[in-house]
C-alpha cells in the first residue's frame, strides 16, 4: 500500500507570507494527525481528525494556524501569516483506528526566512 | 498529564556492543508506549509497541523493550548494534492506541565502526 505522502518535501517562505501543507494518508485511514519538530525542540502534537471532523486541535499553537480535511481524505495545514519561529518539520501521520499505528509521511521541512 | 522524557540526547556505540535508550514516563492512565525511529530525510518509523499483556516487547530490526510499571521505564535495547541502525530514536505515550501520541524529546544514536 501507498504510505503516507505529504508536499512539499522542503519549503522556504518569508515572514509574513502564507504557506500551504498538503497531507495524502493511506487510503481508508480515518485517522490523521499533523505533529511538527521546531529545531532543537521535541515533536508536538498539533491536531487530530476522524474522518472531516477535527477530534482534538489543543496543540494548533494560535490562530495564524489553520487545518482542513476536505471529505475526510487528504489534508491541508495553512500557516498565514507565517512566522520565524514557525520554521521547523511539519509531520502528518494516519492510522485505520483501535489497535493500529500511526503510519508517518517524510515530513515538511518549512524555513521562515 | 502525559510526558516522557529520555536520558542522553546523544549515545555512541561500538559495532556489535550492547545498545541501551532510556525512556521514563508519566501518565495517570495505564500507557501504550511506543518507540519509533527516524532515519536521515525519512519520516518516523514504528519500532515496536507496548499495548498490555507481555511487558517484554519484540520490535523489527532485532530490537526489544521491556515495560515496567513500577519504574515507570520502557528502556529499548538490542544486543548487538549495527552500523545502519544510526538514527534518532524516540520514545512515546498515548493514552490509547490511536489517542495523540506525546514524544520525548529523541535520541541520537551514534554507531561507531
Known amino acids: ?113 | 498529564a502525559q510526558s516522557v522524557t529520555q536520558l542522553g540526547s546523544h549515545v555512541s556505540v561500538s559495532e556489535g556492543a550492547l545498545v541501551l535508550l532510556r525512556c521514563n514516563y508519566s501518565s495517570s492512565v495505564p500507557p501504550y508506549l511506543f518507540w519509533y525511529v527516524q532515519y536521515p530525510n525519512q519520516g518516523l518509523q514504528l519500532l515496536l509497541k507496548y499495548t498490555t499483556g507481555a511487558t517484554l516487547v519484540k520490535g523489527i530490526n532485532g530490537f526489544e523493550a521491556e515495560f515496567k510499571k513500577s519504574e515507570t521505564s520502557f528502556h529499548l535495547t538490542k544486543p548487538s548494534a549495527h552500523m545502519s541502525d544510526a538514527a534518532e530514536y524516540f520514545c512515546a505515550v498515548s493514552k490509547t492506541s490511536y489517542d495523540k501520541v506525546i514524544f520525548g524529546p529523541g535520541t541520537s544514536l551514534s554507531v561507531i565502526p
Request: charged content about 20%; proline content about 4%.
Open chain 1, 1 to 113: 500500500e501507498a504510505g503516507v505522502t505529504q508536499f512539499p518535501s522542503h519549503s522556504v517562505i518569508e515572514k509574513g507570507q502564507t504557506v500551504t501543507l498538503r497531507c495524502d494518508p493511506i487510503s481508508g485511514h480515518d485517522n490523521l494527525y499533523w505533529y511538527r519538530r521546531v529545531m532543537g525542540k521535541e515533536i508536538k502534537f498539533l491536531l487530530h481528525f476522524v474522518k472531516e471532523s477535527k477530534q482534538d486541535e489543543s496543540g494548533m499553537p494560535n490562530n495564524r494556524f489553520l487545518a482542513e480535511r476536505t471529505g475526510g481524505t487528504y489534508s491541508t495545514l495553512k500557516v498565514q501569516p507565517a512566522e520565524l519561529e514557525d520554521s521547523g518539520v511539519y509531520f502528518c501521520a494516519s492510522s485505520s483506528g483501535r489497535s493500529s499505528p500511526l503510519h508517518f509521511g517524510n515530513g515538511t521541512r518549512l524555513t521562515v526566512t
